[in-house]
């Protein structure tokens, strides 16, 4: 069996607590301690581990150098700030771990116990978890966004120009864009910089309640209208859009493949779908709330995947649809995003992925839970008390 490496996380809040139940899951770390620069929750126990100070996470990595630490903050002047620490500790950076190279790592892990290419969703169960933490992100919009910012967030998040760097080369006066899971306020504006503008629709599952948000804290937000991602072609005709974008969306679905399908379905031929994510954000996020499925390159390849689930996208639709893949550079925030533009040939028919009676059978459930949650008077309950 091979040795455990020796580990110490930096960073005992959300994401150091999540690096923590990845690392158990992956059973190649033993992790010994927390080390936070917040005196007040040094010396005490976090799940089980021991908050060092400053002087026993120094002279513990001093007296165990095959020990590594695993940064357990994402923003990226922070991650820096903990790199120049550690030299002035005498500690050298290629003793540190950070989010990115633990999802790295876990893919790997879950791959390894033979989940490559089954892609079989567990639709009654998926969709009860999807329905389940609905008011979550309902809940993280009206009170972190539209409470504390009031009036103002929506001219804060939404520019009068359109601006998409991944599409300006291939926008045009009166193109018509779909902005699929905008969230609380579309962030794309409809005004061209050489003038001129685009046609610009906002779609969201959660519109209903965003819309009714929007009335109370900003005047100024466009109306957003409801759409299922996995059914997008049911309510938008076939080869209705030039350009569909999606951000930090997809890993939200029910079943992310479906709902790209759908999304192409939607498209003329030579239309653009373009994706733009964080690179493994479930593995970030452990799996909570909405946060289901991880998008990522392999080697040059588009693929999606879970605990139990991975599909390699560029291969399914290889002959129907071209797929360029890039990773950006990391972000201010310390992400890493991928970026995925997919064109589909004359040749593309959702009829060749999907059956209509399994189609029609998806639907169904999806309705069957939509309307037990609805029947449910407790989370009318809980949204007016938060609205």
Same mark, same amino acid.
């Given at each position: 069996?091979? !040795?455990?490496?020796?580990?110490?996380?930096?960073?005992?809040?959300?994401?150091?607590?999540?690096?923590?139940?990845?690392?158990?899951?992956?059973?190649?770390? %033993?992790?010994?301690?927390?080390?936070?620069?917040?005196?007040?929750?040094?010396?005490?126990?976090?799940?089980?581990?021991?908050?060092?100070?400053?002087?026993?996470?120094?002279?513990?990595?001093?007296? %165990?150098?095959?020990?590594?630490?695993?940064?357990?903050?994402?923003?990226?002047?922070?991650?820096?700030?903990?790199?120049? *620490?550690?030299?002035?500790?005498?500690?050298?950076?290629?003793?540190?771990?950070?989010?990115?190279?633990?999802?790295? @790592?876990?893919?790997?892990?879950?791959?390894?116990?033979? $989940?490559?290419?089954?892609?079989?969703?567990?639709?009654?169960?998926?969709?009860?978890? +999807?329905?389940?933490?609905?008011? @979550?992100?309902?809940?993280? +919009? &009206?009170?972190?966004?539209? !409470? !504390?910012?009031?009036?103002?967030?929506?001219?804060?998040?939404?520019?009068?120009?359109?601006?998409?760097?991944?599409?300006?080369?291939?926008?045009?006066?009166?193109?018509?864009?779909?902005?699929?899971? &905008?969230?609380?306020?579309?962030?794309?504006?409809?005004? /061209?910089?050489?003038? *001129? *503008?685009?046609?610009?629709?906002?779609?969201?599952? $959660?519109?209903?309640?965003?819309?009714?948000?929007?009335?109370?804290?900003?005047?100024?937000?466009?109306?957003?209208?409801? *759409?299922?991602?996995?059914?997008?072609?049911?309510? $938008?005709?076939?080869?209705?859009?030039?350009?569909? /974008?999606?951000?930090?969306?997809?890993?939200? &679905?029910?079943?992310?493949?479906?709902?790209? /399908?759908?999304?192409?379905?939607?498209?003329?031929?030579?239309? &653009?779908?373009?994706?733009?994510?964080?690179?493994? #954000?479930?593995?970030?996020?452990?799996?909570?709330?909405?946060?289901? +499925?991880?998008?990522?390159?392999?080697?040059?390849?588009?693929?999606? +995947?879970?605990?139990?689930?991975?599909?390699?996208?560029?291969?399914?639709? @290889?002959?129907?649809?071209?797929?360029?893949?890039?990773?950006?550079?990391?972000?201010?925030?310390?992400?890493? #995003?991928?970026?995925?533009?997919?064109?589909?040939?004359? !040749?593309?028919?959702?009829?060749?992925?999907?059956?209509?009676?399994?189609?029609?059978?998806?639907?169904?459930?999806?309705?069957? %839970?939509?309307?037990?949650?609805?029947?449910?008077?407790?989370?009318?309950?809980?949204?007016?008390?938060?609205?």
């Amino acid at each position: 069996m091979d !040795k455990k490496r020796e580990a110490v996380i930096w960073g005992a809040g959300t994401y150091g607590k999540i690096l923590l139940e990845v690392c158990r899951e992956l059973d190649g770390f %033993h992790i010994t301690a927390f080390y936070d620069i917040n005196a007040d929750i040094q010396q005490t126990y976090i799940n089980g581990i021991e908050v060092y100070t400053e002087e026993k996470f120094v002279r513990y990595m001093k007296d %165990h150098p095959e020990a590594i630490v695993i940064i357990g903050v994402i923003h990226t002047e922070a991650v820096n700030e903990i790199k120049r *620490g550690m030299e002035e500790y005498g500690l050298t950076e290629n003793r540190t771990m950070n989010q990115r190279d633990i999802a790295r @790592e876990y893919r790997e892990y879950i791959k390894n116990k033979g $989940l490559p290419n089954k892609y079989e969703i567990d639709y009654e169960g998926q969709i009860a978890v +999807w329905v389940d933490n609905l008011m @979550e992100e309902v809940g993280f +919009w &009206c009170n972190e966004v539209a !409470k !504390k910012q009031k009036g103002s967030y929506a001219g804060q998040m939404r520019a009068e120009q359109f601006s998409c760097d991944r599409v300006m080369s291939i926008v045009k006066e009166n193109d018509i864009v779909i902005d699929v899971g &905008c969230g609380l306020v579309p962030q794309y504006g409809m005004e /061209l910089p050489g003038g *001129g *503008g685009v046609e610009l629709l906002s779609i969201d599952p $959660l519109a209903p309640f965003y819309n009714q948000i929007n009335q109370k804290y900003a005047d100024k937000a466009p109306e957003i209208r409801f *759409g299922l991602f996995e059914f997008l072609s049911k309510s $938008l005709k076939k080869g209705y859009a030039d350009i569909i /974008l999606v951000d930090n969306a997809l890993d939200h &679905c029910i079943d992310p493949f479906m709902s790209i /399908l759908q999304c192409l379905c939607v498209l003329k031929p030579g239309g &653009c779908l373009s994706l733009k994510h964080i690179s493994n #954000n479930a593995v970030y996020e452990l799996y909570q709330g909405l946060h289901r +499925w991880n998008l990522d390159c392999e080697q040059g390849d588009f693929i999606i +995947w879970n605990q139990e689930n991975y599909i390699n996208v560029s291969k399914r639709l @290889e002959g129907s649809v071209r797929i360029d893949v890039k990773q950006d550079k990391e972000s201010l925030q310390g992400w890493n #995003n991928i970026v995925v533009n997919l064109t589909p040939s004359e !040749k593309y028919r959702l009829e060749d992925f999907i059956s209509p009676s399994q189609e029609g059978h998806q639907m169904a459930v999806i309705i069957k %839970h939509l309307f037990e949650w609805m029947a449910d008077s407790e989370n009318n309950r809980v949204f007016r008390k938060m609205l």
